[in-house]
């Protein structure tokens, strides 16, 4: 069993950076590792996703050229840096880690969730 805590959101003005973390109680080396987002109303989109050799993918439109995702198997910690955000990157980030390594964009493809962090943009 492996337990995710995310860190990092707040509440930014437009233009702003954050950087997420997502921090695993054991080791996630062979888990791809993702992060979410969640607005009121809508079901949880995949954002990006790392597998579990560092392949990086972004799902959403709006989050390419924009956020980073990187992991750090030594800390078991995944980051999610979001850059220049926009208001309508408001949301619940969580992020997700499960087998096999490959990325997957279904939520429900995942095994273990952490309790989400609260991204807010706004002037």
């Known amino acids: 069993q492996v337990q995710l805590v995310e860190s990092g959101g707040g509440l930014v003005q437009p233009g702003e950076s954050l950087r997420l973390s997502c921090t695993a109680s054991g080791s996630v080396d062979y888990y791809a590792v993702a992060w979410f987002q969640q607005v009121p109303g809508k079901q949880r989109e995949a954002v990006s996703c790392v597998t579990s050799g560092g392949g990086t993918y972004y799902y959403l439109d709006s989050a390419k050229g924009r956020f980073t995702i990187a992991r750090d198997d030594p800390t078991n910690t995944v980051y999610l840096q979001m850059n220049n955000l926009e208001p309508e990157d408001t949301a619940v980030y969580y992020c997700?880690?499960?087998?096999?390594?490959?990325?997957?964009?279904?939520?429900?493809?995942?095994?273990?969730w952490g309790q989400g962090t609260q991204v807010t943009v706004s002037s």
């Open positions: 997700a880690a499960g087998g096999p390594g490959y990325c997957k964009r279904r939520s429900d493809e995942y095994d273990y």
